[in-house]
């Protein structure tokens, strides 16, 4: 797998609210762990990486602007401002990164950025938003499904599904519709020159 040399990292969500048990139980402990490997990676090679940071407009939300919950995940605020190419904060109140503040789309056009990589939370809302999203505009979007994770939730009619189901059904849609290609981690780091 080719990675390009200014290929962006959009690390969504990657908040402490999603540590609270309002979200139930939740899929691939190893998340994280991948997500730091992809951040040290890419801040490492100079590659741009993006931080996104849902302020929910919720009251009483886990995300709600101004509480704990709001904040990055230590291991995420520990890697800000520490790489050798371009970072961007983005915040939002949407599902997609397309939809924050500042632009970007914008701030990837400018770069010449054609290629970016998904990781964070949740899988199948806002990072599928954010590939989906980054499809339509015609961007190379790389999903690794290892380097996110989402909740078991309940939708109509009674039905449920586990956030393995969820995390599958992500992964074909996006991979099945030609929205983004779903890799893992490993696949991403090797593409990226990590030794």
């Given at each position: 797998m080719e990675i390009n040399e200014n290929a962006a990292l959009v690390v969504v969500d990657v908040q402490k609210g999603f540590e609270s048990e309002?979200?139930?139980?939740?899929?691939?402990?190893?998340?994280?762990?991948?997500?730091?490997?992809?951040?040290?990676?890419?801040?490492?090679t100079g590659r741009p990486v993006v931080f996104v940071r849902h302020d929910s407009k919720q009251a009483g939300s886990p995300l709600e602007p101004g509480t704990e919950g709001n904040r990055f995940k230590d291991f995420v605020?520990?890697?800000?401002?520490?790489?050798?190419?371009p970072e961007l904060f983005v915040t939002k109140s949407v599902n997609s990164a397309f939809y924050g503040e500042p632009d970007l789309d914008a701030w990837l056009k400018a770069a010449g950025v054609e290629q970016f990589v998904v990781v964070g939370i949740q899988t199948n809302m806002c990072n599928e938003t954010?590939?989906?999203?980054?499809?339509?505009?015609?961007?190379?979007?790389?999903?690794?499904?290892?380097a996110m994770h989402t909740f078991d939730l309940a939708g109509p009619f009674g039905w449920t599904r586990s956030a393995e189901e969820l995390t599958r059904a992500t992964a074909v849609?996006?991979?099945?519709?030609?929205?983004?290609?779903?890799v893992s981690t490993e696949d991403v780091l090797k593409g990226a020159g990590a030794a």
């Open positions: 309002f979200w139930g139980r939740r899929d691939n402990p190893e998340a994280e762990r991948n997500i730091a490997a992809l951040i040290d990676v890419w801040q490492e605020e520990e890697r800000r401002g520490k790489g050798s190419g954010t590939a989906r999203m980054g499809g339509n505009l015609g961007y190379d979007v790389l999903f690794p499904i290892d849609s996006l991979h099945g519709g030609r929205f983004a290609r779903v």
